[in-house]
RNA sequence: GCUCGGGUGGCGGAACGGUUUACGCAGAGGACUUAAAAUCCUUGCCCUUAAUUGGGUUGUGGGUUCGAAUCCCACCCCGAGCACCA
């Protein structure tokens, strides 16, 4: 059979057909644009392509023959940035080679034979597309969305020109292999964090995947927390200085606070004003200049050490408690996120303990850990006392075993412990209780365990509530010399030396277990949980939580700060300085400044270039086209010049999806009514790795032609599915170095598109991926083969095959289902189940072929195509209703019952459905089989799973 | 380090509280054929047994349950994203 043959014929119906031209139907209900992530035309479809477009194609068959008005639509998102770097290389123009490119591309997606509507088809580049990418812009300038400001880019230094992220490779330019570095430039920017709170609040209405909406909340990384406002002393003069504001989300740990850190960004500044007067800013300026020297790749490292100076001769004065403390220069604090300075805490924050270590400054507990005991929590109405307690861990290094005490009364486990009197310190309290209840007086100190842990909970022994706040402390045992100890505690008790294993919350009473158990085994680390306030002033004893609360209300009071709402999101800089993007629609000019290009003039059309390669420092190539830069003035009429900067790519798709809906508009970048046929997007499939870009951009978007009341809706996308990633057969990336790539091409021309299809629909789940397997393909073709076979099987007359409906019935409901929550392969896995029955048949009626072939349309579209017109159809059969299946005919007149013993499979027997409980019992309990497994045993009961299984607990 | 996925035959995977391994690939045996390919049929983890007898088995170890691949806890490994975000 020749499928490539066949291949040919259905697209070129299809296409005079006009089959899958969409149009806008007014008063169905059902319009569903089923959205896939256009392509870049890089020149080559692999075979991700056949993945993106040709699965979900199965789906938009489906959803056509389920009656809706379905629109599946392509286009090229054809601007960026390889398309410059060929024109460089190959010396041809980057047009030309995009238009190339997606001319080619054009012909081997129709090969797929998916369901595109090519009359709709959309591309970046053309002027008409980019006349709106450019009016948009002018929008969001005039509502001040897009502005221009500082920011660092990648700068080679040897190229001397701004390079984009993917021309950076492990720190060096692509090009040139010199190290890029950091450098400032004025940037168009669009004011996104203006969108932030909007942003990660509307994420929960979306029907995402979990994965992407917690990506986007990160990336968003909202976190409310307070600024802090720390005055400043300067010694030398005694006066005060500039304050400095920092932002904290645990000012419950302020009290702890011992020293501030400046990120080196910060600090310039500071050294340039007189009123600080730092002593040893010689220094300073050189610590600061080492950071910037250091490349991002350094800056990145992990487990990097942390670096910084003390600015010597001013000090910070906290708030709280009017202490002064150091202040530091240190790059591990970032200059760009909350105000460039932090509080440090040691005691409470990893970094800041690693770096006070490293200096030696002080550590200051203010937290501890508050546990409740949820064996014993405490009993609402009882009295609470509060004590100090001390708990002695007793081991004994011979066998390493941990000393105990067992109350017989009560069956609790305890370390010697007990109340800490006035006058006494911790360690002689431990050992006077250590000797008070076990008769062990020979200890060694090893250590006190770390802070006080506050603990709640309900001492049965007292009948009231503790509140104790305990302190452990470790001793080894010398040797085993005992005094006498009270007899009645003696009696009441039994001392026993346990294993490190056991030492857990399990066997031990103390709700204090977990953290000694961590503070035993572990390194010494800051606390940096939640807890509860100890040395804070009038916030002792808080908890964390409320202590926030009420210090930010103390902290407004006094005028020390406020809270405030931080995102990790920045501003998107939208500007390039490359050749082969959108121009930015602005005129600049001496008189006027910035002016927007009148909207009668868009668009702005890219002027045709020789020389792509950036001459002048950190200018677009742009610049270079003298005639097109230098223009009037649209307000003063004086000479003036047009910006250069090009847009970022992603402004580009930020809003293709709306141009679907009216593609040709020469009057609206879309008509409103036609995108509220269409618009928002039900479904959006494509790849993970535009989680946090692509997918962000476009809802920035949408929501700014919300609020400017241009479209109807304020999220672009309701649903949304990632597709996994076709591996190479080693089940690596492909990769044309590895040499494991996959040509589409050759495997269509081999197998012909339908298997190829239905092949990447079998291979696994669509959310998954997985690696390419050659031998997989001559499965489905062998599959489509035989389905072609079944002709030979038909026979006109009428026969009854009540078993084989049931089992069409299934399939219907199966494939159904399946396709609609993304499991093609089990969908195809349904339908070679359901040809296996078939084959076994001695006759199929033509109706019930008729049935399977509709079930198989949506996956192999060709094939079905042509057995459908072979058996005398005149109509396509993707204008086919899709089946329904009889929910009656779904069941199964007999089935096999599961008999289990405790559990375990005993027998199987194939019995009537709907059988009760009672009659299972009695055919089960009657096997010769089960009898002897049950032998004399009783039977203590039965469960019984109605149509699946029974089981005999005996 | 943090977050999110995921560990099931020789392989891709199915089952997501109830028969572990559906469906497909590869393998083995057979039929057809002068022969081969194609096609069709049979088979399908490990140990054990006279026996399709019995036992084991879903990364490892525990727990809940009549019953766990599935739920809970701890750990190990693989993948992806973020990465000093105070």
């Given at each position: 059979?020749?499928?490539?043959?066949?291949?040919?014929?259905?697209?070129?119906?299809?296409?005079?057909?006009?089959?899958?031209k969409t149009i806008d139907?007014t008063?169905?209900?059902?319009n569903f644009m089923l959205l896939v992530e256009f392509p870049y035309p890089s020149?080559?479809?692999?075979?991700?392509?056949?993945?993106?477009?040709?699965?979900?194609?199965?789906?938009?068959?489906?959803?056509?023959?389920?009656?809706?008005?379905?629109m599946y639509p392509i286009g090229f998102d054809a601007f960026g940035l390889p398309a410059e770097?060929?024109?460089?290389?190959?010396?041809?123009n980057p047009a030309v080679w995009t238009e190339?490119n997606i001319k080619?591309m054009t012909?081997?997606l129709?090969?797929?034979?998916?369901?595109f509507d090519w009359s709709r088809v959309i591309s970046t580049i053309d002027h008409q597309y980019y006349k709106w990418t450019q009016w948009i812009f002018l929008k969001m300038y005039q509502k001040g969305l897009a502005y221009r400001?500082?920011?660092?880019?990648?700068?080679?230094?040897?190229?001397?020109?701004?390079?984009a992220?993917?021309?950076?490779?492990?720190?060096?330019?692509?090009?040139?292999?010199?190290?890029?570095?950091?450098?400032?430039?004025?940037q168009w920017m669009f004011r996104i964090?203006d969108y932030?709170?909007r942003l990660?609040?509307d994420?929960?209405?979306?029907?995402?995947?979990?994965?992407?909406?917690?990506?986007?909340?990160?990336?968003?990384?909202?976190?409310?927390?307070?600024?802090?406002?720390?005055?400043?002393?300067?010694?030398?003069?005694?006066?005060?200085?500039?304050?400095?504001?920092?932002?904290?989300?645990?000012?419950?740990?302020?009290?702890?606070?011992?020293?501030?850190?400046?990120?080196?960004?910060?600090?310039?500044?500071?050294?340039?004003?007189?009123?600080?007067?730092?002593?040893?800013?010689?220094?300073?300026?050189?610590?600061?200049?080492?950071?910037?020297?250091?490349?991002?790749?350094?800056?990145?490292?992990?487990?990097?050490?942390?670096?910084?100076?003390?600015?010597?001769?001013?000090?910070?004065?906290?708030?709280?408690?009017?202490?002064?403390?150091?202040?530091?220069?240190?790059?591990?604090?970032?200059?760009?996120?909350?105000?460039?300075?932090?509080?440090?805490?040691?005691?409470?924050?990893?970094?800041?303990?690693?770096?006070?270590?490293?200096?030696?400054?002080?550590?200051?507990?203010?937290?501890?850990?508050?546990?409740?005991?949820?064996?014993?929590?405490?009993?609402?109405?009882?009295?609470?006392?509060?004590?100090?307690?001390?708990?002695?861990?007793?081991?004994?290094?011979?066998?390493?075993?941990?000393?105990?005490?067992?109350?017989?009364?009560?069956?609790?486990?305890?370390?010697?412990?007990?109340?800490?009197?006035?006058?006494?310190?911790?360690?002689?309290?431990?050992?006077?209780?250590?000797?008070?209840?076990?008769?062990?007086?020979?200890?060694?100190?090893?250590?006190?365990?770390?802070?006080?842990?506050?603990?709640?909970?309900?001492?049965?022994?007292?009948?009231?509530?503790?509140?104790?706040?305990?302190?452990?402390?470790?001793?080894?045992?010398?040797?085993?010399?005992?005094?006498?100890?009270?007899?009645?505690?003696?009696?009441?008790?039994?001392?026993?030396?346990?294993?490190?294993?056991?030492?857990?919350?399990?066997?031990?009473?103390?709700?204090?277990?977990?953290?000694?158990?961590?503070?035993?085994?572990?390194?010494?680390?800051?606390?940096?949980?939640?807890?509860?306030?100890?040395?804070?002033?009038?916030?002792?004893?808080?908890?964390?939580?409320?202590?926030?609360?009420?210090?930010?209300?103390?902290?407004?009071?006094?005028?020390?700060?406020?809270?405030?709402?931080?995102?990790?999101?920045?501003d998107w800089v939208l500007s390039r300085q490359r050749y082969w993007g959108v121009p930015i629609p602005i005129i600049k000019?001496?008189?006027?400044?910035y002016v927007p290009v009148p909207e009668k003039d868009l668009p702005i059309k890219l002027p045709p270039l020789?020389?792509?390669?950036?001459?002048?420092?950190?200018?677009s190539p742009l610049?270079?086209a003298?005639?097109w830069v230098?223009v009037k003035c649209p307000k003063?009429?004086?000479?003036a010049q047009r910006e250069t900067d090009t847009m970022d790519t992603f402004v580009d798709s930020s809003w293709y999806f709306m141009r679907y809906t009216d593609p040709k508009n020469k009057k609206v970048f879309a008509d409103k009514k036609k995108m509220k046929l269409w618009l928002p997007v039900p479904m959006y499939i494509g790849?993970?790795?535009h989680?946090?870009m692509h997918l962000l951009y476009s809802r920035f978007f949408t929501k700014v032609l919300y609020d400017l009341k241009l479209v109807h809706f304020n999220e672009p996308f309701i649903?949304r599915?990632?597709?996994?990633?076709?591996?190479?057969?080693?089940?690596?990336?492909?990769?044309?170095?590895?040499?494991?790539?996959?040509?589409?091409?050759?495997?269509?021309?081999?197998?012909?598109?339908?298997?190829?299809?239905?092949?990447?629909?079998?291979?696994?789940?669509?959310?998954?991926?997985?690696?390419?397997?050659?031998?997989?393909?001559?499965?489905?073709?062998?599959?489509?083969?035989?389905?072609?076979?079944?002709?030979?099987?038909?026979?006109?007359?009428?026969?009854?095959?009540?078993?084989?409906?049931?089992?069409?019935?299934?399939?219907?409901?199966?494939?159904?289902?399946?396709?609609?929550?993304?499991?093609?392969?089990?969908?195809?896995?349904?339908?070679?189940?359901?040809?296996?029955?078939?084959?076994?048949?001695?006759?199929?009626?033509?109706?019930?072929?008729?049935?399977?072939?509709?079930?198989?349309?949506?996956?192999?579209?060709?094939?079905?195509?042509?057995?459908?017109?072979?058996?005398?159809?005149?109509?396509?059969?993707?204008?086919?209703?899709?089946?329904?299946?009889?929910?009656?005919?779904?069941?199964?007149?007999?089935?096999?019952?599961?008999?289990?013993?405790?559990?375990?499979?005993?027998?199987?027997?194939?019995?009537?459905?709907?059988?009760?409980?009672?009659?299972?019992?009695?055919?089960?309990?009657?096997?010769?089989?089960?009898?002897?497994?049950?032998?004399?045993?009783?039977?203590?009961?039965?469960?019984?799973?109605?149509?699946?299984?029974?089981?005999?607990?005996?």
């Amino acid at each position: 059979m020749n499928f490539g043959k066949i291949d040919k014929k259905w697209q070129k119906i299809w296409e005079t057909k006009k089959n899958y031209k969409t149009i806008d139907k007014t008063k169905s209900k059902k319009n569903f644009m089923l959205l896939v992530e256009f392509p870049y035309p890089s020149g080559d479809l692999h075979i991700g392509h056949w993945y993106a477009y040709a699965v979900p194609d199965i789906l938009a068959r489906y959803l056509k023959m389920k009656g809706n008005n379905v629109m599946y639509p392509i286009g090229f998102d054809a601007f960026g940035l390889p398309a410059e770097n060929a024109a460089i290389k190959r010396k041809i123009n980057p047009a030309v080679w995009t238009e190339n490119n997606i001319k080619f591309m054009t012909k081997q997606l129709k090969s797929m034979g998916a369901s595109f509507d090519w009359s709709r088809v959309i591309s970046t580049i053309d002027h008409q597309y980019y006349k709106w990418t450019q009016w948009i812009f002018l929008k969001m300038y005039q509502k001040g969305l897009a502005y221009r400001a500082k920011t660092m880019v990648n700068w080679c230094p040897n190229c001397k020109t701004v390079l984009a992220n993917e021309q950076v490779i492990a720190g060096l330019c692509e090009r040139c292999d010199s190290e890029v570095i950091q450098k400032e430039f004025e940037q168009w920017m669009f004011r996104i964090t203006d969108y932030a709170d909007r942003l990660i609040d509307d994420i929960k209405d979306l029907d995402w995947p979990q994965t992407t909406k917690l990506a986007q909340k990160n990336w968003i990384g909202r976190s409310e927390g307070v600024i802090v406002k720390f005055d400043v002393k300067c010694q030398m003069l005694n006066v005060k200085c500039p304050s400095i504001e920092v932002f904290t989300t645990r000012l419950d740990t302020i009290f702890g606070c011992t020293y501030l850190v400046l990120a080196p960004e910060r600090v310039s500044a500071l050294i340039q004003n007189s009123e600080f007067k730092i002593q040893n800013s010689g220094e300073v300026e050189n610590y600061i200049n080492q950071t910037k020297k250091k490349t991002e790749l350094q800056r990145l490292e992990i487990d990097k050490e942390k670096t910084g100076v003390k600015l010597e001769g001013i000090k910070a004065i906290n708030p709280f408690d009017k202490e002064e403390v150091p202040i530091f220069v240190a790059d591990y604090v970032l200059g760009h996120y909350g105000t460039g300075a932090v509080m440090a805490v040691p005691a409470h924050d990893e970094r800041d303990f690693e770096f006070a270590k490293k200096y030696n400054l002080p550590i200051k507990e203010v937290i501890i850990p508050d546990v409740i005991d949820k064996k014993n929590p405490p009993v609402p109405g009882k009295k609470t006392v509060e004590r100090r307690n001390v708990h002695a861990i007793v081991r004994n290094p011979q066998n390493n075993k941990f000393l105990c005490l067992k109350s017989k009364k009560f069956l609790w486990t305890t370390f010697p412990m007990g109340g800490i009197e006035e006058n006494e310190d911790v360690v002689s309290a431990a050992r006077r209780e250590v000797e008070e209840e076990t008769g062990y007086k020979n200890l060694k100190l090893i250590k006190v365990l770390g802070g006080k842990v506050r603990a709640e909970y309900f001492a049965k022994h007292k009948d009231e509530n503790m509140i104790a706040h305990t302190t452990a402390v470790l001793f080894d045992l010398i040797n085993e010399e005992k005094s006498e100890i009270d007899k009645e505690w003696e009696e009441s008790h039994e001392i026993m030396w346990i294993g490190e294993h056991k030492l857990n919350y399990n066997t031990m009473v103390h709700a204090e277990m977990d953290i000694w158990e961590k503070r035993l085994k572990g390194d010494e680390t800051a606390y940096a949980d939640d807890g509860a306030l100890v040395d804070s002033g009038q916030f002792t004893n808080l908890k964390s939580s409320e202590a926030r609360v009420k210090m930010v209300q103390w902290l407004k009071k006094n005028n020390f700060g406020n809270s405030k709402k931080i995102f990790k999101l920045h501003d998107w800089v939208l500007s390039r300085q490359r050749y082969w993007g959108v121009p930015i629609p602005i005129i600049k000019c001496d008189n006027c400044g910035y002016v927007p290009v009148p909207e009668k003039d868009l668009p702005i059309k890219l002027p045709p270039l020789k020389d792509f390669l950036p001459t002048e420092e950190g200018k677009s190539p742009l610049a270079k086209a003298k005639n097109w830069v230098n223009v009037k003035c649209p307000k003063c009429k004086n000479p003036a010049q047009r910006e250069t900067d090009t847009m970022d790519t992603f402004v580009d798709s930020s809003w293709y999806f709306m141009r679907y809906t009216d593609p040709k508009n020469k009057k609206v970048f879309a008509d409103k009514k036609k995108m509220k046929l269409w618009l928002p997007v039900p479904m959006y499939i494509g790849g993970a790795e535009h989680n946090t870009m692509h997918l962000l951009y476009s809802r920035f978007f949408t929501k700014v032609l919300y609020d400017l009341k241009l479209v109807h809706f304020n999220e672009p996308f309701i649903g949304r599915k990632n597709h996994g990633i076709i591996l190479g057969t080693d089940g690596q990336k492909m990769s044309k170095s590895r040499g494991n790539v996959v040509d589409p091409d050759k495997e269509v021309k081999k197998f012909g598109a339908d298997t190829v299809r239905m092949y990447l629909a079998f291979a696994g789940p669509y959310e998954q991926g997985g690696p390419w397997n050659p031998g997989g393909m001559l499965g489905i073709r062998r599959f489509l083969e035989r389905a072609y076979k079944l002709k030979s099987k038909i026979s006109s007359g009428k026969i009854s095959n009540k078993n084989l409906e049931v089992l069409l019935h299934q399939a219907i409901k199966k494939v159904s289902e399946d396709i609609e929550n993304f499991r093609f392969n089990t969908a195809i896995s349904a339908l070679m189940i359901l040809l296996n029955e078939i084959e076994k048949q001695s006759q199929l009626s033509i109706v019930n072929y008729q049935l399977f072939l509709k079930l198989l349309s949506p996956f192999a579209p060709h094939l079905s195509e042509e057995i459908w017109s072979n058996l005398g159809n005149k109509k396509n059969i993707h204008l086919e209703k899709w089946p329904e299946y009889n929910p009656k005919l779904i069941k199964k007149e007999n089935f096999e019952l599961i008999i289990q013993i405790n559990g375990k499979l005993r027998d199987k027997i194939s019995v009537e459905s709907g059988i009760s409980q009672k009659e299972a019992e009695n055919i089960a309990l009657n096997q010769e089989k089960i009898k002897n497994f049950i032998g004399g045993k009783t039977v203590k009961k039965i469960i019984f799973v109605p149509e699946k299984l029974i089981n005999i607990v005996i």
